[in-house]
């Protein structure tokens, strides 16, 4: 089945810092890839859509500025959470897929910052 | 706007035994895909089974198989033969697949826990 590869699974960093989490598509070429939040308990939160080649559309209250989304290739996407705080923490998935075919999601990484 | 609902927010089934996790949705479009995904305490989802609402057929997968209500805009999944690493969240999800941009729609989720 398709594979999905998020890198890293876990980061802890200091308040103001930013943090790269990347995801790969392993073994197919993924036109548009999702970015979602989680918190315990809960639903997955779309953040943003990221199309290869092109800016990544953000779900309404998401901060552009503060979650910086590229997708150079179609096999890779990064979120780039800028000058992180306490508040940031939480668990963030990606998704890839090619038009209508199932997401597929990589493992997560739960960023925690101190 | 698509909406799903899943209005039970835990359940709990005994070894072997079957159960039923409900969800409904709503919407105007008469194409659309639905799913069912499960995250364990890994917190990976993983996708269980996809029903295309173009097909009468209830879709089944194993031990997994839903109950598709069109009309009724229903799509229970039922689990037999509950097994322990059936545990996790369960998400019923919703997707209608126009464009590039096929986003998903999720539900709250259930919490399943099976009893040894």
């Known amino acids: 089945g398709a594979v999905v590869s998020q890198h890293p699974s876990w980061v802890i960093c200091k308040s103001g810092t930013s943090v790269k989490i990347e995801c790969r598509s392993l073994d197919f070429q993924a036109t548009t890839m999702f970015w979602y939040r989680q918190f315990p308990k809960q639903s997955l939160m779309l953040m943003a859509t990221s199309n290869e080649g092109s800016k990544a559309t953000y779900e309404q209250g998401v901060e552009k500025d503060k979650f910086l989304i590229n997708h150079a290739s179609l096999t890779l996407s990064t979120l780039t959470v800028t000058s992180a705080h306490p508040e940031d923490s939480s668990f963030y998935i990606c998704s890839a897929a090619r038009p209508g075919q199932p997401q597929h999601f990589g493992d997560g990484t739960r960023l925690s910052i101190l | ?116």
């Open chain 2, 1 to 116: 706007a698509q909406t799903v609902t899943q209005s039970q927010p835990e359940m709990s089934v005994q070894e072997a035994e079957t159960v039923t996790l409900s969800c409904t949705y709503d919407t105007s479009e008469s194409n659309y895909y639905l799913f069912w995904y499960k995250q364990p305490p890994s917190r990976q989802m993983i996708l269980v089974i996809r029903q295309e609402a173009y097909k009468q057929q209830n879709a089944t997968e194993n031990r997994f198989s839903v109950n598709f209500q069109k009309a009724a805009k229903s799509f229970s999944l039922k689990i037999s033969d509950s097994q322990l690493g059936d545990t996790a969240m369960y998400f019923c999800a919703f997707m209608q697949p126009t464009g590039a941009n096929s986003k998903l729609t999720f539900g709250k989720g259930i919490t399943l826990s099976v009893r040894p």
